[in-house]
């Protein structure tokens, strides 16, 4: 089902959700975010604010929709201000706002969002300003939240929500579904070469201020907050989008901050795992450069709420050095497991049922190992399954045999017999992602 601008849709009693984009300075931004953060008003509390900030012109809203008639699944879209701009000569490109959310009824009052975004501006001939994101957020029941930020130095714009009427006793919702979800805060700075290697001197037990003097020593380029689902890719751009004519035609160059970000929380909560895909160019080039201009690709796991420091991979030899540092917070749900444990000593072919708990680094470094016999045509939407992995390091499943990983517990439940799961123990051994089981929040 897709429904339009406001009005476009009947309107029924029960859930709705309503969504606000807002731009504001970073001052603001932060006064807001800190008021969501802490929990210290209500819905209608931060409602009113934020219209009292509009008024007084401290705050500009840039979009408002709200969908009165939420039915788990569905999908909705909005758009704004949609049109076509000759954005060259003969070039013509769409320009507005889009968004189309799909929301998922949760227990608890918890409702997943599906969400994505895009609002493209004209600034002038041959610049088009593109934010965007495609992602998913776990939103709890009548309270405003935000779903993602862009922004630079000297301004913010928010993308917010807000679900109510949801009745959880009554909502359904599926196992595979990621009950866990990380919001990772975003800053691209240009740091001094010499400043970076004396941050490379810091020890675990200085690292924190070390990270705290980088940021201060350095420039701010861009900033970005994402919040996504533990296992879910999830994307957001900042650009401006080049378009200049070349020997094959019109060609558009991104001019910005773009990050694609895979994230996994440990089963108990207290690690994160983050896959890092970005790629920057500086907005006031005089012309579009030899993309990237500045490259980012990382992965590593880290304690929730430390900041990841990741200096770019492919840059120019010459200037400050682009870094984009990055701090992922967990927000963990209670969940119960699907089926009770099973540890008994089976007989030979005997199939059994196990859960295993496991390192956020799990399919990462599974990956690693069998990921290109897994998966010969990776898609950035597509990984390959944990069976295909573990068929590509040797271990066999036979027919009534299974393996499947659930991202919201970081759990893997396996069916085989007493050699797969001895197999699989050595597999988690070999790779040092084992996790000793203890009891879950």
Not at 189 to 195: E, K, P, Q, T
Request: with cysteine.
């Amino acid at each position: 089902m897709l429904c339009s601008v406001i009005g476009a849709c009947p309107v029924h009693a029960g859930p709705a959700v309503d969504i606000r984009l807002v731009k504001t300075d970073t001052a603001t931004a932060a006064f807001i975010r800190k008021a969501l953060d802490e929990g210290r008003f209500t819905a209608a509390e931060i409602e009113d604010r934020t219209d009292q900030l509009i008024k007084g012109g401290k705050v500009s809203e840039l979009a408002r929709f709200r969908q009165a008639a939420v039915t788990s699944g569905e999908r909705y879209e909005f758009s704004k201000d949609t049109a076509e701009v000759e954005a060259a000569d003969g070039v013509m490109l769409p320009v507005g706002i889009t968004l189309e959310i799909e929301p998922n009824l949760g227990p608890e009052g918890l409702v997943e969002l599906r969400f994505a975004f895009n609002r493209q501006l004209p600034v002038r001939k041959n610049r088009i300003e593109v934010d965007q994101t495609i992602s998913g957020a776990m939103l709890k029941e009548n309270a405003w939240e935000i779903m993602g930020t862009w922004g630079d130095a000297s301004e913010s714009m928010m993308l917010m929500a807000h679900f109510s009427g949801h009745d959880a006793k009554g909502a359904r919702y599926d196992l595979s579904d990621s009950l866990r979800e990380i919001t990772c805060e975003g800053e691209l700075i240009l740091c001094d070469a010499n400043d970076l290697k004396t941050f490379a001197r810091a020890t675990p037990a200085t690292r924190v201020k070390a990270v705290a003097w980088l940021r201060e020593r350095g420039d701010p380029v861009a900033t970005s907050g994402l919040r996504f689902l533990a296992g879910r890719m999830s994307s957001q751009k900042d650009v401006l989008d080049w378009i200049h004519d070349t020997k094959d035609g019109w060609h558009t160059t991104p001019l910005g901050l773009e990050i694609e970000l895979l994230g996994q929380v440990g089963p108990f909560g207290e690690l994160v795992e983050l896959d890092v895909n970005a790629s920057w160019s500086p907005r006031d080039l005089p012309k579009p450069p030899e993309p990237p201009f500045a490259e980012f690709r990382h992965a590593e796991t880290v304690p929730a709420g430390a900041t990841l420091v990741i200096e770019a991979k492919a840059r120019t030899e010459k200037g400050k050095v682009p870094v984009l540092f990055l701090t992922p917070h967990v927000r963990t749900f209670r969940e119960g497991d699907a089926e009770a444990t099973e540890r008994i000593n089976p007989k030979p072919g005997v199939i059994t049922r196990t859960w295993y708990f496991v390192h956020p680094s799990f399919m990462r470094k599974l990956n690693e190992a069998g990921g290109a016999k897994a998966n010969p045509d990776p898609g950035v939407f597509s990984p390959p399954t944990l069976e295909a992995l573990l068929k590509a390091v040797g271990m066999p499943f036979p027919a009534g045999t299974q393996a499947l990983f659930y991202a919201s517990v970081c759990k893997v439940f396996l069916s085989h017999d007493s050699k797969g799961h001895a197999q699989f123990q050595a597999i988690l051994d070999q790779h040092g992602t084992a996790i000793q089981e203890r009891k879950t929040e």
